[in-house]
């Protein structure tokens, strides 16, 4: 056999790293993510642990900074990226509340996480404002253990109320909690509520109806078959009547005297609830009653859609000039707030019915391509966080940062509504769990030397424009 030459002798060597290349790059595109296990150190909670990608496309997916690098150069100004974290510092308390706050620790740390600083005015409606108000009715319930009162008097309550915000904005909170999401000393005293006290609430109240229709709330069904709500506004309703009935009582249920009262009784029976349950019972029980409150309208500021229905009217195809406008009309609303997935179709519905008022019949949502998720906040103009729709914690430690749960209905579209009337609007219909799923486009052969490239990135960056 003839020696190779110098020149074929390169160009095998030369083909053979071509190949060696070739397989190596369809390997490592085909590769599958596999679990890190961390070791994780022992001031930090396992849910931090990352987890492996989500297989449907509904699995919720954790949105957590732990994925981000950290600065190795302290000194150096920090990675866009990187996770900041609110200052903490000892409170300033007026000494005048009588409540050991260390027994509701865990519900004040959660209600901080969840009003965090940076985060309290675009989570304000679903997450942080339902967390507040679960922690002042168990503060409340907490407050009078030991004794037989329900409710603070006004001016304890004055105090207390002073040193639940320091404390929570002592640990990250945003201070400016009050305004946010409306909540005054008031809230604590029963306000015009007859009944103050357990003795004369166990009177007028069957306590063991309520007791059970509450003690454990089925975040699936009391939204639409609701057990506990009832329950609460029966009790309400008893002792704002101060234990007679309701045809002996002068105040006819329903006028704007009896409702008031029928409210401030509410709050006293959540403190009464708080009581019976044990902290974590009644704040899940608490949050899934606010999260069915919230979940049945749209938080959104329209604006009204004349510049849309102007250019949308009578279309029946695609037309550059709607989309444009409909497209700059979302482009204002996505940087109000996030929302969940149920707030979204609400969203959509909302404004659908606008637009059909203004004489646009046609579904632009469909021609335009509008997806649920523009009706949230956006990162990079393309990729949204919808919130899920059961109640859910923003959650804070100083290794992790922030991070929470969105839901992956990015890419739903979202439902034109079939009249211009909100009537007919129920979320508890089966068919309105959500729209349907979309078909993917193409699928990919197991032998291909091509990936799919999914939205992560957008998502962290949606993090760290919220942080920063």
Known sequence: MEPLNADSHLHGILYRRILIFAIWLCGFQQVVSQKV??????????????????????????ISPAVIPRNPYPV???SPMYP???????????????????????????????????????????????????????????YGSGSDTLVLHQATANDCFSDVISILASRGANST????????????????????????????????????????????????????????VEAALHISLGGASMFENSNIPG???????????????????SRKLSAEAANTAFRILSGCKVNKVCPLTFEEPSSVIKAC??????NPSCCTSVNTYIAAIQKQMLITNRQAINCATLLGSMLQKGGVMSNVYELCGVDLKDFSLQAYGQQGCLLRSLPADIVLDNVTGFSFTCDLSDNIAAPWPA??????LSLCAPEMSLPALPIPQTSR??????IEVRTLIPLLYLVSRLLF
């Open 37 to 62: 296990v961390l070791n994780p150190k022992s001031n930090v909670p396992d849910k931090f642990v990352l987890s492996d990608p989500p297989s449907g496309l509904f699995d919720p997916i954790e």
């Open 76 to 78: 150096e100004p920090l």
């Open 84 to 142: 900041s974290f609110p200052s903490t510092y000892e409170p300033v308390l007026t000494g005048k509340c009588p409540v050991n706050f260390s027994s509701i620790s865990d519900v004040v740390d959660k209600t901080a996480s969840d009003c965090s600083a940076p985060l309290a005015a675009l989570v304000g409606n679903v997450v942080c404002c339902p967390q507040v108000n679960s922690l002042m009715h168990i503060f409340q319930g907490t």
């Open 177 to 232: 909690i009050p305004t946010l999401c409306s909540v005054k000393s008031s809230n604590l005293t029963g306000g015009s509520c007859p009944v103050k006290n357990i003795t004369s609430f166990e009177k007028s109240v069957n306590t063991s109806k309520l007791l059970d229709a509450c003690s454990t709330v089925d975040p699936l069904k009391e939204c639409c078959r609701p057990v506990c709500q009832p329950a609460i």
């Open 255 to 273: 006028s704007g005297t009896e409702v008031n009262v029928v409210n401030d009784c509410k709050g006293v029976v959540y403190a009464w609830l």
């Open 313 to 318: 009217r009578d279309m029946a195809s695609p």
């Open 419 to 424: 009249s211009s009337s909100l009537s007919s």
């Open 445 to 450: 052969s197991s032998g291909s030397c091509g």
